[in-house]
């Protein structure tokens, strides 16, 4: 199983930025994707997930900022993220959960910062 995430970077406060993670090796159509982030001195928390029937958690610190959709044709999950701020900082990690066994990709760095 890949999942291999784009899209990080550096970014204005007040800016936005999309990833996107394709995921391969897994029945793509019937999984939770999402995403999560990591802070530095922090533990691995929730961004948001969107299950097979487009059913979607987020954490509430990123509601009405940041959109998550997934494409089950191309096996990708995006995050838009709109009015980021510096307490988005984090690495963000794409996510699958495939019958009982979890997923990560390695992680894309994103850096709100003026």
């Known amino acids: 199983v890949q999942l291999q995430a784009s899209g990080g970077g550096l970014v204005q406060p007040g800016g936005y930025l999309r990833l996107s993670c394709t995921v391969s090796?897994?029945?793509?159509?019937?999984?939770?994707v999402g995403w999560y982030r990591q802070a530095p001195g922090k533990q691995r928390e929730l961004v948001a997930t969107i299950a097979n029937a487009f059913v979607i958690n987020s954490a509430e610190s990123v509601k009405g900022r940041f959109t998550i959709s997934r494409d089950n044709e191309k096996n990708e999950v995006d995050l838009q993220m709109n009015s980021l701020n510096p307490e988005d900082t984090a690495v963000y990690y794409c996510?699958?959960?495939?019958?009982?066994?979890?997923?990560w990709g390695k992680g894309t760095q994103v850096t709100v910062s003026s």
């Open positions: 996510f699958a959960r495939f019958g009982l066994m979890n997923y």
């Open positions: 090796g897994i029945t793509f159509s019937v999984a939770t």
